[in-house]
């Protein structure tokens, strides 16, 4: 079957393919690269990915134009690797079912691509599973796209099966076939009212963008097929319209359509340099958006070419350019501008380097971490390696970090949830030779008093020789919540020495460290009152023992009282599970301070609370599970309160 299509781009263009997990990314992906010739190679160990943990490249050639694709993780705990991969491509294809009640899972990537201004359209992947109605499902579609959608074909069922489309604009209607074939066929009698309307929705909406258009049809005139065609190019590539397709690539229906759709809609390389504003040169340029093993390999977009292999930018050489033909490495000598490669041994060069040229735009921030995991080796001669390696992984990934705890002398791994941390602890053992053991890190209590007390505290030893003698008397009481650690020395006429005094206040404080409930002691104010010493058998060593043993015995009848700490979360949802949201958190013992419409977030809620640390390990679990992946929360210490037992 051939369409009259107007002339198509030449030049190396990209896609990312993006979508919930679950959606068919990667058979879409695999099909669409067989369909240009260049079969991706199937590996269990990619294939069984944890829903797809690393994004994949592949190159293709598909009548005479050359193509980057990028397979995009679909699980939301590695949404990071995706929103980096949307700023080196020319349009995004957002993949998806058609059942309405899974459309839900797209607001966040909607969102992301409307806020980048990054060109894109819908694939309604498994177009045969449709069950319902299909202007139910643009329906919901368009409830979560600030973008109008024009459905370019529609399903044609006989009975519950799917057997075809109609093009909209053609009106012409094809039968599926096999190995993505299709045959035309007459237009269904019953389907000529429903294309007649979807035409006319799609040119009305094409007119709203353009007032030429717009004064041809109220004075009557038809566009022709070659103008709307002209018109959906331009207003694709400028991002004010989503083209929706159909299909489903496990049958390899729909996919040849895509593939058109691509070749006349992408913008070429030089409009998406304009777009993001990357200044021209003579000099080439490129921008990393994917690192491996610290830039043992790094993934980036030509933005000015030609990039040769050995050349040097910002003082980096380039060790290797490699294409993927269909998923296999090859090596390349240069690559033009437009293009995805791989490129070899940037040591240092982090995720979102920008070489010879300055960043035209920041590069995304990575999400605030949800969940963590402390982390030891399981053989202790690994430590030294386990803190290379784990900085490592932070430059490829910038959505793990790991924190240092002093507190409870921790290494805390910290990511976007269970699957990303499992993930990155098998990177350490696979990549860097590095075991590890996890658990769930360790609160920071601390514990304060209730009541003030006044405390004697004496040291006497004669052994023969000099021996040890300090006496003193300290007034011990509790402080306001977070005023900290006070000593004061209240001493006239010379019972203590001066010369002893600090010994005194250092092995208070010393004292601190650990109190009677075995954690550390905050917001305790000690003075020091009264003492005596001796004149040849005093020292610093016998004041700071009789201080320790003051204040240890003081701490105990102070009626001591265990602290924890208290975040101040901030839950993000829909305005649909903002209830939920709240119920979830007051189950946790955390106390609702409110919520309010989220910034730039129509229909969406931010809820502020104070809740327990202990209670917020795996809140990121619950809150996706009750509001269907789409919820996160950012916390900070706010403070810490009497712990309930």
């Not at 075809?164 to 604009?169: F, K, L, N, P």
């Not at 007649?196 to 963008?209: C, F, N, S, V, Y």
């Not at 920041?362 to 386990?386: G, H």
């Not at 189950?587 to 609702?592: D, F, M, S």
Request: hydrophobic share 40%; charged share 25%.
């Amino acid at each position: 079957m051939t369409e009259h299509l107007p002339k198509a781009a030449a030049g190396p263009r990209s896609i990312a393919l993006i979508g919930p997990q679950g959606a068919g990314k990667s058979t879409l992906f695999e099909a669409l690269l067989a369909a240009a010739g260049s079969p991706a190679k199937r590996q269990a160990e990619t294939r069984a990915r944890a829903g797809g943990a690393e994004a994949r490249l592949g190159h293709c050639s598909f009548l005479n134009e050359r193509w980057s694709i990028i397979d995009c993780p679909g699980s939301v705990e590695f949404s990071y690797e995706t929103e980096a991969a949307l700023m080196a491509v020319d349009l995004a294809v957002v993949v998806c079912e058609p059942a309405t009640e899974r459309v839900s899972n797209l607001p966040l990537l909607l969102k992301t691509l409307e806020e980048r201004g990054l060109p894109h359209l819908i694939f309604i992947n498994k177009i045969d599973t449709l069950a319902g109605s299909f202007h139910d499902a643009i329906a919901a579609l368009q409830a979560h796209s600030a973008r109008p959608l024009l459905p370019r074909q529609l399903p044609i069922r006989a009975g519950d099966a799917v057997i075809g489309y109609v093009d909209v604009v053609t009106e012409r209607a094809f039968r599926y076939g096999e190995q993505q074939k299709v045959e035309p066929i007459e237009l269904p009698p019953q389907m000529r009212e429903t294309e007649k309307e979807a035409l006319t929705g799609l040119t009305e909406t094409l007119a709203d963008q353009d007032d030429e258009l717009m004064e041809k049809l109220l004075d009557d005139v038809t566009p022709t097929p070659d103008e709307l065609y002209q018109h959906l190019r331009k207003d694709q590539a400028k991002g004010s319209i989503v083209e929706v397709l159909i299909g489903s690539a496990s049958r390899g229906q729909g996919v040849w359509r895509l593939w058109k759709a691509l070749r006349h809609d992408v913008p070429e390389a030089f409009e998406t340099a304009e777009r993001r504003g990357v200044p021209s040169g003579d000099q080439p340029a490129v921008q990393i958006f994917k690192t491996v093993q610290a830039g043992k390999l790094s993934y980036g977009r030509v933005w000015r070419g030609p990039l040769r292999d050995g050349a040097t930018l910002d003082s980096v050489r380039i060790g290797g350019i490699h294409r993927f033909a269909g998923t296999e490495s090859v090596r390349a000598s240069e690559a033009g501008a437009g293009e995805l490669v791989a490129l070899g041994r940037l040591d240092g060069v982090a995720t979102g380097a920008f070489l010879g040229a300055v960043a035209p735009e920041a590069f995304p921030e990575p999400p605030s971490p949800v969940y963590e995991l402390a982390i030891t080796t399981t053989d202790r001669k690994d430590d030294v390696k386990l803190s290379a390696a784990l900085h490592k992984l932070v430059q490829d990934d910038p959505s793990l970090s790991v924190e240092h705890r002093i507190e409870t002398g921790e290494t805390v791994l910290r990511g976007q949830g269970e699957i990303h941390l499992n993930s990155a602890i098998e990177r350490l053992s696979s990549a860097y030779n590095v075991q590890v053991a996890a658990s769930a890190p360790k609160i920071a209590y601390k514990e304060t008093i209730r009541h003030a007390v006044s405390q004697h505290g004496r040291v006497k030893r004669q052994t023969g020789g000099h021996g040890q003698f300090a006496d003193v008397k300290l007034e011990i009481e509790p402080r306001p919540r977070g005023s900290g650690f006070l000593f004061t020395d209240k001493i006239v006429g010379g019972s203590v020495p001066r010369n002893y005094i600090p010994a005194v206040r250092e092995a208070a404080e010393e004292a601190m460290q650990k109190g009677p409930l075995g954690y550390p002691v905050v917001d305790v104010g000690v003075t020091l009152v009264d003492g005596g010493f001796h004149a040849v058998d005093s020292s610093d060593m016998a004041f700071r023992s009789a201080t320790r043993a003051a204040i240890a015995e003081g701490l105990a009848k102070a009626e001591p009282v265990l602290l924890e700490p208290v975040d101040h979360v901030t839950v993000s949802v829909p305005n649909a599970f903002t209830a939920a949201a709240q119920r979830l958190l007051s189950g946790r013992r955390g106390q609702i301070m409110g919520y309010s419409e989220k910034p730039g977030w129509p229909g969406w809620d931010d809820v502020e609370a104070l809740a327990p640390a202990a209670e917020l390990h795996d809140l990121i679990m619950d809150l996706r599970s009750d509001t269907m992946g789409l919820g996160a929360f950012r916390r900070r210490f706010d403070h810490l309160s009497e712990a309930r037992r």
